[in-house]
Nanobody, 121 residues
Framework: QVQLVESGGGLVQPGGSLRLSCAASGSVFRIYVMGWYRQAPGAQRELVATITNGGSTNYADSVKGRFTISRDNAKNTVSLQMTSLKPEDTAVYYC???????????????WGQGTQVTVSS
């Protein structure tokens, strides 16, 4: 059983910073891509940033230059450093991983339970 557990959400003022972390635990043989998605009220879930096990990153245009994604392959963790936060960044942020639970298993996509980020004065 694989679990993705997020931490680090909260309330922050506009212009502030916040760091989200996510750890994958359980049966994890290899993680290919880890990333963050977000979903604001009444909106669809959207990609924020992803990072491959080789370190290649991809960002949504709305967060480029403000957010930085990083991962620790040895610890199966991914982090999202968010700076210059705006009210429109308010959403539930979800950790995502494309991984292989065992050496003979197919790749599966897993999601965390989500963590709330609220940007407000």
């Amino acid at each position: 059983q694989v679990q993705l557990v997020e931490s680090g959400g909260g309330l922050v003022q506009p212009g502030g910073s916040l760091r989200l972390s996510c750890a994958a635990s359980g049966s994890v043989f290899r993680i290919y891509v880890m990333g963050w998605y977000r979903q604001a009220p009444g909106a669809q879930r959207e990609l924020v940033a992803t990072i491959t096990n080789g370190g290649s990153t991809n960002y949504a245009d709305s967060v480029k230059g403000r957010f930085t994604i990083s991962r620790d392959n040895a610890k199966n963790t991914v982090s999202l450093q968010m700076t210059s936060l705006k009210p429109e960044d308010t959403a539930v942020y979800y950790c995502n991983a494309l991984l292989q639970p065992t050496m003979i298993a197919t790749r599966y996509e897993y999601w965390g339970q989500g963590t709330q980020v609220t940007v407000s004065s």
